[in-house]
């Protein structure tokens, strides 16, 4: 059944479907919906399988641009561009625009920043470079990962099935017979944390940060039905999803130079003060805004490579655990097209939905955008663009192509010192 049949009221999809959806909400009591926030409202909106969801709502920027017709005619899910926003003047650059949506300050969109040539090398940076040790991924929790990543093993499997191999899991095999399972693998968590922030960065630091127990019920699996349950891969300083917290004692791990260009052109290209105006400045804290030297300040330090299926979602969350909170935070979309909602600082606050295509980069920046709840409710199936499909000309690219058939990629890069922050070698000891 394709999503196009999803939308056609006479298909026989469709109505096999009604019925379903029927069916399973029969016994559903109406108070339920009354108990939601505005942003699980949406999301519950967004995430149905049944109706299709409306995306009339959905600021849709691609629109705008000619260029990117065929892209939108090629899927079948299309938002709107007639909804509120402001485009900014960009002073160097021809073919760039950026955006703003005045419900949200300090959120600035930039629809189609990368080229067709940068979407496909970051999906092999993502792939093929960067989800491999020494680098952590979701899987490593519970699987030892073969040395030349999974991606090489999968590609060398897809050229000759005799080269398949069987990834072993993590606890050993006493503990695989007697434990009980404490952890699946897979989507993040939600837990609650601590905002981080140059004054409480010694608690944070100094707190203990177990590594997460391995799955005991995990069984060896071969490497390409592995793949799809990739679902991150850390970048820079090193996470800690049991906390939610940054753990310094890893030590930092390399940032790509071509990522951290691509960020740096994406703040760098923004006219700042265009964006806040004349606002007020107060609730930055001390360490910001610097209008002036923002661009030599921004140096992003951390990350996470995200990958999603069609059926993954990504929950209402505040990205908070990086000591600077006046660093914008940059975004890149690949592959797949999503809806990605931003609100406010509580969840009571009606989100913003916004539909993200590939290569379209998101800035979060200020304190409203930076610490307001965000989510990725829906991946919108068939929406790989045609630049990322299987090329005639370049069998290389096909393991990616077919890869990307069902899949997103969001890089989400983030700067958690502000600049001149001293992070101590000891800080036990005090300071
Ligand atoms: O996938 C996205 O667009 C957002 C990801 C995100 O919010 C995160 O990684 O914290
Ligand atoms: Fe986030």
Known sequence: MSAIDLHDPTSAAYKKAKRQYLNSTRNRKNTVELDWSPFRAAEKRFKARFPPPDLSGVLDLALLDDTRTPEIQAGIWKGSSDLDFRELRLENSSNIKAYTTPRIPGLVLLPGFLSHEKQKELVRWSLADHARHPNETNLDIHY??????????????????CEEIWVQPRASTSELQTAAAKEAPGPRQLVNNTPAAPDNFIELYNSPKPPSSPSTTVQPTLATALLPK???ANIGWYYHWGTKQYDFTKGKGKIDDVLAD??????NVVNWNQVYGQSDTSDWGESGPEWKTWDKDYEPDAGIVNFYQTKDTLMAHVDRSEVCATSPLVSISLGNAAVFL??????DIEPVPILLRSGDVVIMSGPECRRAFHGVPRILENTLPDHLAAQLDEPQWAHFAEYMATTRININVRQVFPKGFEVPVKPDTGL
């Open 144 to 161: 030892t990962l073969p040395d030349e990543g999974l991606w090489t093993a999968c590609e060398r499997a897809r050229r000759d099935p």
């Open 230 to 232: 990739l679902r991150w």
């Open 262 to 267: 691509v960020c740096r052109g994406a703040v």
């Open 342 to 347: 931003i609100g406010g600082l509580t969840r």
